[in-house]
């Protein structure tokens, strides 16, 4: 009995303690501004859960790479205007993939946050696209990749 609290309480700490690294592939724009460039829109897909993603799950921006992202961080970037999808694929897998799509427009700042509810043998995600003040919230409990700049 004891053995098997022991091995559930350090599967709890290492989960709790993050195994899974956020990693920023696209560049990090400066925060302390709105918008580095007024001719793109921001993103932020944000992660607020601290547990769900015990991997590291890649993030695209259409066909471009965002990321890695896990538990309490969130992945920043800037991209022109138009039609886009994010899409964030479990292991990697197409098949296990959630996405939202949008369209961004110039100037503007967009919060996706991703939802994670623990699988069977991967997590279950959903985004959705919040409000700002909803977005700042959950964006000030959440930490950047290590690697953003």
């Not at 899974?20 to 007024?38: C, G, I, M």
């Not at 001719?39 to 991997?55: F, N, S, V």
């Amino acid at each position: 009995m004891k053995i098997a609290v022991y091995t559930v309480m350090v599967a709890l700490v290492v989960i709790a303690d993050g195994c899974a690294k956020t990693w920023q592939a696209a560049r990090f724009p400066d925060q302390s501004v709105l918008l580095e460039n007024p001719q793109k829109a921001r993103l932020y897909l944000i992660c607020g859960t601290p547990l769900g993603t015990a991997l590291n799950d890649p993030v695209n921006d259409g066909n471009d790479y965002v990321g890695t992202i896990g538990p309490k961080s969130f992945l920043c970037w800037e991209r022109d205007p138009g039609n886009t999808t994010i899409y964030v694929n479990p292991h990697g897998k197409w098949t296990n993939s959630c996405k939202v799509s949008m369209n961004v427009q110039r100037g503007n700042v967009y919060y996706i946050q991703l939802h994670t509810i623990p699988g069977f043998m991967v997590p279950i995600y959903a985004m959705d696209v919040m409000d700002m003040d909803k977005g700042k919230r959950l964006l000030g409990r959440c930490n950047p990749a290590k690697n953003a700049k």
